[in-house]
């Protein structure tokens, strides 16, 4: 949740305010001041696609993309993707996004995907399908914003990768420890139950035949995709209330539950404020 801090002044007298000075490039190349981009890499290696897909890759430094490739051509697919989904989303939930790259799909049924590129969780890539974007500009909306979810709940700040499944008291995704107080926390209280989570792989994998089965027996999921894992619901549930996606009554609760954070129903309103909602419903009904 973001908090605002206030501070107040004497109304009696007039406040003296002083100009603040142009940053200086030397300023912006403190290391306080380097986009995660910068200090984790954005070349092939250093982002762990040594020989995988990627047809271009930017880094992103403040919420902006770079203005060329760190690797590959030009694609105006994925800068106009990165556009759309940095002018919607508040910074606190793209801070972490380092890398913003495109992939051919040729054909696959992977329309985007996000990883962490750095040891302590807190640069991630977001990689989509360029093919698939172009004939499909609404869904990589969508997709965007279901990928998005993936970082901002992943960070040091939710996730605790030092904590092993034997140690964990909360949910152990396969990677780390959702801390007590991270939202994919919050959701799984809400929204889960032991006997649905004792049923998931334990290596953290979305299990979609299972999906298929939790999403027969309960119409509060948004689809069968969304009832293979909870950060796999968030995600989809999140895009679909971004986006004001219509949906049957039965999944109401978990849209409601982003209106109790700011800056998710920040990012709702700017979409909003820009046309770009009312997106259609392509999910899978359950129940």
């Known amino acids: 949740m973001i908090a ?10 007039p406040a003296a305010v002083e100009a603040e000075e142009p940053e200086t490039e030397r300023e912006r190349d403190q ?26 890759a930017y880094g992103v430094t403040r919420g902006r993309l770079n203005d060329s490739p760190c690797f590959g051509e030009p694609d105006p697919v994925v ?12 910074a606190a939930l793209t801070d972490s996004v380092a890398v913003m790259a495109g992939f051919d799909s040729d054909g696959g049924d992977t329309a985007a995907y996000a990883s962490s590129i750095d040891d302590d969780t807190e640069a991630f890539l977001i990689a989509i399908a360029v093919d698939a974007g172009q004939i499909d500009p609404e869904e990589l909306q969508l997709t965007l914003a279901h990928e998005l979810a993936h970082v901002f709940t992943q960070t040091t700040s939710q996730l605790d990768i030092a904590v092993f499944a034997d140690e964990c008291d909360t949910y152990f995704n396969g990677f780390g420890c959702f801390r007590d107080d991270a939202f994919i926390t919050a959701w799984i209280d809400t929204f889960w139950s032991p006997q649905d989570l004792a049923s998931l792989p334990i290596d953290g994998e979305a299990d979609e035949p299972g999906g298929l089965v939790r999403c027969e027996a309960n119409s509060g999921f948004v689809g069968s995709y969304a009832a293979s894992h909870p950060e796999e619901d968030f995600a989809e549930s999140f895009a679909a209330y971004v986006y004001g996606v219509d949906l049957p009554p039965a999944v ?7 209106d109790g954070y700011t800056a998710f129903a920040e990012m709702r309103d700017n979409i909003r404020a820009s046309g770009s909602d009312g997106l259609p419903n392509n999910f899978d009904t359950c129940g």
Request: charged letters at 20%; proline letters at 7%; a negative charge.
């Open 31 to 56: 290391p306080e001041n380097l986009s995660p981009a910068y200090v984790a890499g954005c070349d092939r290696i250093s982002i762990g696609e040594d020989f995988g897909p990627l047809v271009a």
């Open 79 to 90: 800068e106009r993707a990165w556009t759309s989904l940095a002018s919607a989303a508040p």
């Open 4 to 13: 605002s801090a206030c501070t107040a002044i004497d109304v009696d007298q």
């Open 252 to 258: 109401q609760s978990r849209i409601d539950f982003f």
